[in-house]
């Protein structure tokens, strides 16, 4: 069965009351906090953290990009096992994983227990993450999930500043002095919450057509992805001969599970995901436009956490304050750009918002090395810069999900998933191959080159939301017909 969304999609949700879907929501969107807080609260305490351990600077990439990393390589199987077992149910279970991890990190004595921790925070977060994109397939229609899907791009773009914010904040206030292991520890009531929160409140939904689960696609689109990036974050000490070697082999790892799934799928069996799928245009350059994006915002994200620290000489409660009108200027973008012209320009609304945040980067980065500007002339810039991500992050799922059948939520949801995750682990490998390769004697200074290789994905992600159809939340009758 074709997985564009059906006539069928146009009926009601699940007979849930309203109050039952906002309670449903609000727990959601704890999850999506605990997630998102985890990626960048790091950020600002990677120098604390590099004294209290002795972390080298392979190390540092490792702990940002190895959850990541985790995250991107289970998500995937994540979907999967939701579709399959049931939503909360998974939903519950990564919660569990992902607050117990959360303890690890906080309580590491060395960089490589800090390291496997964050992998293991990652893995938690993979199975945890997909069930709540799920739901929120399930529980709304395409434009209902405009404005839904708006609400949880605002509170994720927010909780990506808080992170930083929180994290200098618990560093300086040194709480019965554990330093930076507070930002980790913190989890450990917020996952509690979570846990009780969903329990009673998540609706039990699943696939109507999962049939099984197709381990070999997981390991094999896994495997593809783990080569891909691992190169990636040794770029910084050195390439031998086996890392181009990984990266060459990511490609026919990849044409070997899109060959797997096709033929499980035309046998009727599980399969890691439908290609068919791919067929559906605003999912496939959506995939496209979000996995370009969160490259691009992950690397600035740790460039500009890292340079004000090391090149401005910021304190990491400086630094995380100064994220502030980054998002206020997210908040704008999604919660009034995003959410209100969405429905009524489309894709312009993308395009808008790549090319104000490209030009605002270079100037940021500009800013706080070669222009050495003052911070009260780095404001306006940021809410600029905050308002172009806003309104490009918060469209980007309602975007790629809106021609998608609910029945293919968990696969669709785990593939936006990951695609965003694979960019926020290249995104943190390539910004900080980068950053640190020019700290280490190159010409130009480090923010401004990994400036360039930021603004340079914004407009790669720019050209391909031009390439979105002009119409696309079309009357669902028409959505049963290929894109």
């Given at each position: 069965m074709t997985p564009h969304a059906s006539p069928d999609d146009a009926a009601p949700p699940p007979a849930l009351t309203p109050r039952q879907k906002n309670l449903a929501l609000m727990t959601l969107i704890v999850a999506v906090v605990l997630e998102i807080v985890d990626l960048t609260i790091v950020n600002t305490a990677l120098p604390a953290i590099t004294t209290g351990l002795g972390a080298s600077a392979e190390a540092v990439q490792w702990i940002v990009a190895g959850y990541a990393l985790s995250f991107a390589?289970?998500?995937?199987?994540?979907?999967?096992?939701?579709?399959?077992?049931?939503?909360?149910?998974?939903?519950?279970?990564?919660?569990?994983?992902?607050?117990?991890?959360?303890?690890?990190?906080?309580?590491?004595?060395?960089?490589?227990?800090?390291?496997?921790?964050?992998?293991?925070?990652?893995?938690?977060?993979?199975?945890?993450?997909?069930?709540?994109?799920a739901l929120m397939q399930v529980l709304f229609t395409p434009l209902e999930r405009v404005s839904k899907l708006a609400l949880f791009g605002l509170v994720g773009g927010l909780a990506a500043?808080?992170?930083?914010?929180?994290?200098?904040?618990?560093?300086?206030?040194?709480?019965?002095?554990?330093?930076?292991?507070?930002?980790?520890?913190?989890?450990?009531?917020?996952?509690?919450?979570?846990?009780?929160?969903?329990?009673?409140?998540?609706?039990?939904?699943?696939?109507?057509r999962a049939g099984g689960f197709d381990g070999q696609g997981i390991v094999l689109f896994g495997l593809a992805v783990l080569c891909l990036l691992w190169p990636l974050t040794r770029a910084e000490r050195g390439w031998g001969m086996a890392e181009p070697l990984l990266m060459a082999l990511a490609v026919p790892l990849a044409a070997l599970t899109w060959r797997h799934a096709g033929a499980r799928v035309r046998a009727g069996r599980a399969a890691v995901f439908d290609p068919s799928l791919l067929a559906i245009r605003p999912f496939r350059l959506g995939l496209a436009i979000s996995t370009t994006f969160a490259?691009?915002?992950?690397?600035?994200?740790?460039?500009f956490a890292f340079a004000l620290q090391t090149e401005r000489g910021e304190s990491p409660l400086a630094t995380g304050l100064l994220h502030m009108p980054y998002g206020l200027g997210a908040m704008l973008g999604i919660a009034v750009l995003g959410r209100n012209f969405l429905p009524r320009i489309g894709k312009w609304v993308l395009v808008a918002g790549?090319?104000?945040?490209?030009?605002?980067?270079?100037?940021?980065?500009?800013g706080i090395g070669?222009?050495?500007?003052?911070?009260?002339?780095?404001?306006?810039?940021?809410?600029?810069?905050?308002?172009?991500?806003?309104?490009?992050?918060?469209?980007?799922?309602?975007?790629?999900?809106?021609?998608?059948?609910?029945?293919?939520?968990?696969?669709?949801?785990?593939?936006?998933?990951?695609?965003?995750?694979?960019?926020?682990?290249?995104?943190?490998?390539?910004?900080?191959?980068?950053?640190?390769?020019l700290?280490?004697?190159?010409?130009?200074?480090?923010?401004?080159?990994a400036g360039l290789v930021t603004a340079s994905l914004l407009a790669l992600a720019t050209l391909l939301a031009l390439r979105l159809p002009g119409v696309i939340f079309r009357p669902e009758p028409a959505l049963a017909k290929a894109a």
């Open positions: 390589l289970l998500l995937m199987a994540g979907g999967r096992l939701g579709d399959a077992l049931g939503y909360r149910q998974v939903f519950l279970l990564g919660v569990t994983g992902f607050t117990l991890a959360s303890v690890a990190c906080g309580l590491a004595q060395s960089p490589s227990q800090l390291v496997l921790a964050r992998l293991a925070q990652g893995a938690s977060g993979a199975i945890m993450s997909p069930q709540a994109l500043i808080a992170g930083p914010v929180l994290g200098g904040l618990l560093i300086e206030l040194d709480l019965f002095g554990l330093g930076w292991r507070l930002i980790f520890l913190i989890n450990l009531p917020v996952g509690i919450f979570a846990l009780v929160s969903g329990f009673l409140f998540l609706p039990d939904r699943r696939s109507a490259t691009a915002s992950a690397g600035f994200l740790l460039t790549g090319v104000t945040m490209m030009a605002s980067v270079l100037v940021i980065l500009a070669p222009w050495a500007w003052p911070w009260t002339l780095l404001v306006a810039p940021l809410v600029l810069g905050g308002t172009g991500m806003g309104s490009l992050s918060g469209c980007i799922a309602p975007v790629t999900l809106a021609q998608v059948d609910r029945d293919h939520a968990g696969a669709a949801s785990g593939m936006l998933k990951t695609s965003q995750q694979i960019g926020s682990a290249l995104g943190i490998a390539l910004n900080g191959s980068v950053y640190f390769l700290a280490d004697g190159g010409g130009l200074r480090p923010s401004l080159g």
